[in-house]
């Protein structure tokens, strides 16, 4: 039987899509047949949501800290003006600015949103979808629906310590006999001679040379080049812990990076691993213009992982990336087990062949509790810091009576003390 009157409207209004009508206006409906004529309209004349059609463009990766822009095309096929409130959602750490915009695209036209996002978190930040929220001419009623624009955003690491590069490369320059200021008695390359001053190492002394001429003269070396680096990254569980405001893998991170650029300038081959039971990332063979880049890539999605690290998978890894003699740098923890229990005995293999340096980020809040005092708290607080240190201080000789060169730094200092260990090596001519 046919509806009439308020049932048929009533039995319209049933027949409208959950969710376009607000809950208060369901009894008033019921009672205002021209108010549901006119909201029924208004739905009728609202632009559609599933013909849409959207495409993305704009930045695909971006440092930590920085900014980036994605920019969302939306085109409107249809014969109806669109007025609508759209959402571009992405995850919370992205920080997108701003979260729901109005918009209006007349019909058969298109316009294009941006999306400022600042990230707060490493890795990759994926567009989920775009919600449309399409208004009649009247804004009584709406049509809504989603549509998945993917879209994914890279974020590096911030490589903070990027800001001395160029004071080690002036020292590299010193050391390559690029500047005026030649390194005396050092490296293993012979560059040139020249005329003995004091303080000369005596080792250094050119006595052919000397008996063809009046002065002493002495061979001046430059270090050398095409040496091979392996920078070994320590995800395990100690590395997820937090020394001052970053966790110890992003510091560690940092000074990688710091390090492998300075190495590709110095004409070197630097590789990367990271490992803790499995190997989780690596870069290989690639060459000095492009082995930065990768390492940022491939540290970007890196996360420390909640298990002990296979020290002796870590070193047999290490030994299969780095068949000749190398430089092995191994970014882990200073704590006393993980290294007595799992570095140590597996030591040897290493060292056998390879110069090895253990870089570690330390406590900064350690020594400030170290020099509390006043108050029976700050005491016992200088106490345990004070053990604390002592306990580092004999792992590091323990290491060091290996062979082993140890950086031990706060994370701000990590960096540039590790690039500082790497020139005294070439300077040394020990790599």
Known sequence: MALTGRTALLAAIGSLPVGILAPSWTGMLAVNAPLTLAILCDYAMAAPVRTLQFTRSGDTSVRLGDGAEVHLTVTN?????????????????????PGRRQLTVPAGERRRITTALRPTRRGDRRAERVTVRSFGPLGLAARQGNHQVPWTVRVLPPFTSRKHLPSRLARLRELDGRTSV??????????????????????????????????????????????HILVVLDTGRTSAGRVGDVPRLDAAMDAALLLTALASRAGDRVDLLAYDRRLRAQVQGRSASDVLPAVVDALANLEPELVETDARGLAA???????RRSLVVLLTSLDAAPVEEGLLPVLPQLTQRHTVVVASPSDPY???????RGTIEGVYEAAAATQAQTQRARTAEQLQR??????????????????????????????
């Open 77 to 97: 096929p249809s014969r109806r003006r669109l007025r609508a409130q759209l959402r571009d959602a992405w995850p919370p750490s992205s920080a997108q600015n």
């Open 182 to 227: 030649l390194t005396r008695g050092e490296g293993t390359e012979f560059d040139s001679l020249r005329e003995y001053v004091p303080g000369d190492d005596t080792r250094s002394i050119d006595w052919r040379a000397t008996a063809r001429q009046t002065a002493v003269a002495v061979r001046t070396w430059r270090p050398e080049r095409d040496r």
């Open 317 to 323: 890894t290490a030994l299969a990336r780095a068949p």
């Open 366 to 372: 350690v020594a400030r509790m170290a020099g509390t």
């Open 402 to 431: 290996h062979g082993v060169t140890v950086v031990d730094a706060t994370p701000e200092n990590l960096a540039p003390a590790l690039a500082d260990a790497y020139l005294a090596l070439k300077a040394a001519g020990k790599l």
